[in-house]
């Protein structure tokens, strides 16, 4: 249920669920009468037991209506729900009456309710009669439900996060734990301080945040996991410890998958020399996962972005069915997933070859089971086109029709240039969004303004199963409704009104409910039937619990396969034969480099929320490359400056970190940043679109490109306490700020008179103080109203400029003294103005140059004085191993 008004005269608190990763975080959002939201973590919940990460800490900064899609469009121009609703389903049906269902697509996302995704599949696939629905969780998570798939008979993780306090060894494969999933990362470093015993094995080619706890970092080469864990394999059989009553009586397969890794010669030292690793660091390893009973390997997006990500998941569960190590405590596969519902969607059959339920569309027993329990004789019969392969049949014309739900895939998919090209020739392209201007909306014919997180209600799953409750703080604003009412608008429509005649989200609910029990008798492994009655007011109170719930269970699923019993046609778990194979797309002479892409600390996807919070934009507020100091000495690439970025595919522009964190002969390049941030700065414009051929989830972690500076005329950034459109520049990164909007820029084009192009961006109003030196190419400028600062100008011929932080304290200083605008056109902070440098801690607000002060002086000689004197590292803990860093 969602109170469309809510009572403004009083605190109101409720509990939710966080919007980010699929860790499923509570949150307990308080409304106060003044109007502001404030939210904590929330005790109660299992998840997280009270801890927030960053994002989820600033929640309440992102709640503004600013920029936000508040009524329906056509072609640009606001119009009624009804005509927006009628211009889809006809839009739709005309497709489908002159091409046939599979001529139009939904395109879905993890950022949807569970209850939206379950209307959105049933009217794609039941009645529409296409599978041609895919979501964006296709680019993040599919390979390792392929891969449960294929060893359990189920997309099954068998986990819990107490698992990962319970057991002795926990390997981190292929993730950034510590940035991407931060409090899942805080329970494993609770975990290590109170079990000495805990080791930690990162594999990952970077040495990433997540290494500040490891006792081992593999830095394997890119694309050799499958070496790595079919090596593991057999030398868990040469050292004797497989598990010969589990692996005899409970699986099948074992023989072929370890002959697969025999007939490779996978010996200790062709297992180091393929991953370019250290002998004794792989001897470590093997040694250490066959000594130790209770292990976790937890992976993510390194192991399942691969054109062999299907393959690297059943390379590591073939090792813990080789040991017996799952259905027990502090131990198993454990896949973690990248948004707060992608499991939800698995569950509803939001993935284009899935059914509903955890049900096969070529499976004809679930196929006449489905299409019973929703009265249809239309139900899809075939799998549908998977996310890539969507957006090339919208570019070959095979598709003439889709609707975009909740995602941005201009920025997200591979060849993200190619997808936008698509679009802008798509006979119809619908977009159901919360956010009016995205890189995806700019290419919709129609707009449906959907709710946000705070305004919506429904439940999502997170990665150890748990279905938790979103709820409403806040009332619906404009005209944004419901996915779930919206898609059941539309399918009433279409004709089928009876079948979408759905009055709250917990009717959606039950149905789903009951769904996933209708003759199953424990068939599969998907039930959560002992919900399926629940009244309007129990649903409403739904606590967290992790499926399978029946009625014979109704206190849930801790951990799956506790019986040795799985989903297969013979109950067995299936060994998977693997043999590695290399990234589809090698380097070469003239993309010479690996390109990695991923997330940052503090935001989110493509930043359509995130960027809302001066307080996350302020960690890393440009989009970078990060390369190893002897690639960049190679390629004459310098730190701070920019560099281009060109593949096969397409070209971006960042700013370069030199580190030794990152692996020789590889670069980093997060995905967050898009056209309405950053002018030419989409990795995914330059990552190659080749896909995994069972999960047809791309190879994000390795395209080849090359890197080169790129040659500006002038470099530049403006300050602005009033948001600016600015001209087109090669290079312009907007971010905001707590006082003002910051620009970065750099230009191929000359700029005759500073003062006047200044004075074109920013005004003319005000009082204006101005230094410039045309012959040395330095122009410093500031414009001052009511004794404030409002906005300063500073261009360079090169990236060599002042600090941002000491000018940004500028601005909270009322009036302006004499002594800030002399330092404001020297260029340079006062003896009065310290400098509290680039931000660490975006929780507290603490500055780097704070932390190093307190350091310096002696005040502070450890993290837990940093703590105490600056609260940094206190709340969600992210900021940690950066603040180690500076003891060192």
Known sequence: MTDKNINMNENVTISTTCPYCGVGCGVLATNKPDGTISVEGDQSHPANLGRLCSKGSALADTIGLDGRLLHPQINGQQTSWDEALDAVATGF???????????????????????????????????????????????????????????????????????????????????????????????????????????????DPRKTATCDIADLHLSLKPGTDATLFNGLLRYLNHSDVIDWDFVNHHTEGFSDALLSAQDSDLNVVHVAQTCELGSHDVELFFQLFADTEKVVTLYSQGVNQSSSGTDNSNSIINCHLATGRIGKLGMGPFSITGQPNAMGGREVGGLSNQLAAHMELENLKHHDLVSRFWNTDNLASTAGAKAVDIFNDVASGKIKAIWIMATNPVVTLPDADKVRAALQACELVAVSDCEQNTDTTACADI??????WGEKCGTVTNSERRISRQRNILAHPGEAEEDWWIISQVAEKLGFKEQFNYASSADIFREHAALSGFENDGKRDFDISGLATLSDEQYHQLQPIQWPVTTANPQGTERLFT?????????????????????????????????????????????????????????????FVEIHPLDAEKWSVEQGALAQVDSLWGTLLARVQITDTQRVGSIFVPMHWNKQTASLSRVDAVVNPVVDPISGQPEFKHTPVKIKTYQAVWHGFILSRTRLTLPDTHYCVSIKGEQFWRYELAGDATIDNYSAWAKQQIGQEGEWLEFADQTAQRFRAGMIKHDLLDAVVFVAPNHELPTRTWLSQLFTESPLSDESRSNLLAGKPGANQPDVGALVCACFGVGENTIKDAISCGAAKSIEDIGKQLKAGTNCGSCIPEIKKLFS
């Open 93 to 203: 049906q005309k497709v489908i009456d002159e091409h046939g269902p599979d001529a139009v697509a939904f395109y879905v996302s993890g950022q949807l309710l569970t209850e939206d995704y379950y209307v959105a599949n049933k009217l794609m696939k039941g009645f529409i009669g296409s599978a041609n629905i895919d979501t964006n969780s296709r680019l993040c998570m599919s390979s390792a439900a392929a891969g449960y798939k294929r060893a359990f008979g189920s997309d099954s993780v068998p986990c819990s996060y107490e698992d990962l306090e319970k057991a002795d060894l926990i390997v981190i494969e292929g993730s950034n734990t510590a940035w991407c999933h931060p409090v899942v990362y805080q329970r494993i470093s609770k975990a290590k301080q109170d079990n000495p015993n805990l080791k930690i094995i990162v594999i």
């Open 447 to 452: 707009l449906l303004p959907a709710l946000a």
């Open 563 to 623: 019986d040795k019993q799985f989903f297969t046609p013979t109950g067995k778990a299936q060994f998977i034969a693997i043999t590695p194979r290399p990234p589809v797309n090698a380097t070469n002479e003239d993309y010479p480099l690996v390109l990695n892409t991923g997330r940052v600390r503090d935001q989110w996807h493509t930043m359509t929320r995130t960027a809302r919070s001066a307080k996350l934009n302020g960690h890393i507020p440009e989009p």
